[in-house]
């Protein structure tokens, strides 16, 4: 189910020198300022930094849903900065999955009608689109609570229907902002031990998050400060099992 394509150049995603000006009526706000970063297929990411710091101005240029002012941003090697809205709608739904804080799950469907949402949209034959959502539920461990609804959920579980159905589309990236804010320590491990399952699968992760020991889970921490990448971290521990599972798929 997790894809395993890369571009060209063998980077997943690819910024360089990205910035992002926001005009606050006569007032100037950097957001950005020269970020430059790649990130490869398959591999976990942690972003961090303090409010204001710039990090959600990133999630949004990574995840498509804002332009930068200028730069360059390619995701497979196709240059996002240029294309049209529908063009750019087009990629994000192919392309990436968007777990939130808040779970953002309609009150009154069930699990099974929440993951299959997207795919209504998508233009997926009903038929093909229970069979898909069917599989990112068994993914998540859901399979058996695809009827009930929201109130009829944990927290944790909730969160895992979102992490579904950011996965029915099969993404090749999953950008997910504060996964854990909302759930208790013991749930939010849980969370992050799917994650870190999902990502083992091939799967390209992006956090973004204030809370380092959520980072330490990824291969690398990047932390941002007043819109500029202050420092790129690789994780030493996450980094080397990661290394060693790929060297063993490629024996």
């Known amino acids: 189910m997790i894809p395993d394509m890369q571009s ?12 992002k000006v926001y005009q606050m009526g006569t007032v100037q706000v950097h ?15 942690a972003v961090m930094g303090a409010s204001g710091s710039g ?10 849903l804002d332009r930068p002012t200028s730069g360059s941003y390619r995701i497979r090697g196709t240059e996002a900065s ?8 087009d990629l994000r739904n192919r392309e990436i999955g968007f777990v939130f ?30 069979e898909m959502a069917h599989q990112a539920l068994a993914l998540v461990g859901l399979a058996e609570r695809a009827n009930h609804r929201p109130e ?8 895992r229907v979102a992490i579904a159905r950011a996965l ?27 994650i870190d399952r999902l ?25 941002l400060s007043d819109g500029k990448v202050i420092s790129d971290e690789e994780n030493g521990k996450k980094l080397a099992r990661w290394v060693m599972e790929v060297g063993h798929e490629t024996d």
């Open 8 to 19: 060209a150049n063998g980077h997943f995603i690819q910024l360089e020198n990205v910035t």
């Open 101 to 130: 804080q808040q779970f953002n799950l309609l009150a009154r469907i069930s699990a099974h009608r929440q993951v299959e949402l997207p795919l209504f949209y998508a233009g997926i034959s009903s038929r093909k689109g229970r």
């Open 82 to 89: 240029q294309l049209s809205k529908r063009r750019l709608a």
């Open 168 to 194: 029915v589309n099969q993404p090749g990236l999953l950008l997910a902002d504060e996964p854990t804010g909302a759930l208790d320590s013991k749930t939010g491990d849980e969370v992050l031990d799917l």
């Open 152 to 159: 009829e959920l944990s927290g944790g579980e909730q969160q």
């Open 55 to 64: 990090k959600s101005t990133l999630m949004n240029m990574i995840g498509l």
């Open 199 to 223: 990502q083992a699968q091939g799967l390209t992760v992006i956090v973004v998050t204030h809370d380092p020991q959520v980072a330490q889970r990824a291969q690398r921490v990047i932390t």
């Open 31 to 45: 957001a950005l300022q020269g970020v430059s970063l790649a990130v490869q297929q398959g591999e976990y990411v």
